[in-house]
């Protein structure tokens, strides 16, 4: 539990940089839409400037902001609740689950999680002289992903019938490194399954630690290029009208 605690912990941790900044970035963008904007399109209305489209979405969406802002609070309230809603349930927190294991920043950080998770608890359980089933089943129960979650069972479930466990992990390659089978299977050979996966827990532990430390570093570039291309759709859209009008001026 002082493990878990201390891994969540430093994944809140390495998530609060990001989130700031996505806040401060639509913050800043909200901003912009409902002061800057409809004075822009006050004046491209007086002229009588023919419009591109881009220019007519960031005006649409501007005017929406600042003459329907009761809707945006309700419809924002509307999906937050579905999306809690939907997490409650199977499909959804299947399809969640889903989607953290392929995203490509955050997927790495949540296999090494579990994986922690999975070596950590069935070493501390199998070291106290339990019945291997029974560690793989109360493993289950406490891992927040439902793809682990049901590998274990199905581990679980296959041990009880007499097979090994390094050999129904394997049939889960996807989501368990190959290096936590392969050791389990020297484990098994040798007799000191426990303490090797307790080592195995130290290793994976400190590579969530190590992740989660340099995930700012990752999401930085990522988080520039999204506020580059907003910036950069945004002056585009509002500027070009500008030079429209000043080449029939000239």
Known sequence: MERERDIKSKIKGAMIYPAIIIFAMLGIGILMLVTVVPQLAETFKELEIELPLTTRIVIGIANFLTQKWYLVIVILFVLIFLFWQISKTKSGKKLFDFFTLKFPIISPIIKNTNSAYTVRTLGSLISAAV????????????????????????????????????????????????????????????????????????????????????????????????????????????????????????
Do not use: C, W
């Not at 291997?132 to 581990?155: C, H, M, W």
């Not at 089978?181 to 007799?191: A, L």
């Open 131 to 250: 019945s291997l089933t029974q560690p793989l089943e109360i493993t289950s129960r406490n891992l927040g992903n439902v793809f682990y979650k049901t590998a274990l069972q199905d581990v679980a479930e296959k041990v009880r019938k007499g097979e090994k466990m390094s050999a129904t992990l394997k049939l889960y390659e996807n989501i368990y490194p190959l290096t936590i089978i392969q050791m389990i299977s020297v484990g098994e050979e040798t007799g000191e399954t426990s303490a090797i996966l307790l080592k195995l827990a130290d290793f994976y532990e400190e590579e969530v630690s190590n992740a989660t430390k340099n995930l700012a570093a990752v999401i930085e570039p990522v988080l520039m290029l999204i506020i580059g291309a907003a910036v950069g759709f945004f002056a585009v859209s509002m500027v070009q009208p500008m030079y429209s009008m000043l080449g029939a001026i000239e």
